[in-house]
């Protein structure tokens, strides 16, 4: 399993940016995916998933109506396109694979992760 987050850098408030994920070594239509984030000094939050098909989503409150979880089976790609965004923002994202087929268990295969920091 590699899962390989590009897309982070240094944006404005208000800005926007877009996450991707690679995924390789698996059959990435068959997983959950997340997105979670750390902030500096924070725990790890939960952002985002997704189902097999990109039907069914859960986002948290936080990011609600400002960030969107989408995926590209064909291109083996998971994404976070993230608007608005806010200095509370800041944090290192991580996207990450539920191991289950059944997407029971949460979040277990991790990527390295991509810094996005939100300050003017």
């Known amino acids: 399993v590699l899962l390989v987050e590009s897309g982070g850098g240094l944006v404005q408030p208000g800005g926007s940016l877009r996450l991707s994920c690679a995924a390789s070594?698996?059959?990435?239509?068959?997983?959950?995916m997340y997105w979670v984030r750390q902030a500096p000094g924070k725990g790890l939050e939960w952002v985002s998933n997704?189902?097999?098909?990109?039907?069914?989503?859960y986002t948290t409150d936080s990011v609600k109506g400002r960030f969107t979880i989408s995926r590209d089976n064909a291109k083996n790609t998971l994404y976070l396109q993230m608007n608005s965004l806010k200095p509370e923002d800041t944090a290192l994202y991580y996207c990450?694979?539920?191991?289950?087929?059944?997407?029971?268990?949460?979040?277990?295969?991790w990527g390295q992760g991509t810094q996005v920091t939100v300050s003017s």
């Open positions: 990450a694979r539920d191991p289950t087929t059944t997407g029971d268990y949460g979040p277990g295969d």
């Open positions: 997704i189902n097999f098909g990109g039907n069914t989503i």
């Open positions: 070594g698996f059959t990435f239509s068959s997983y959950w």
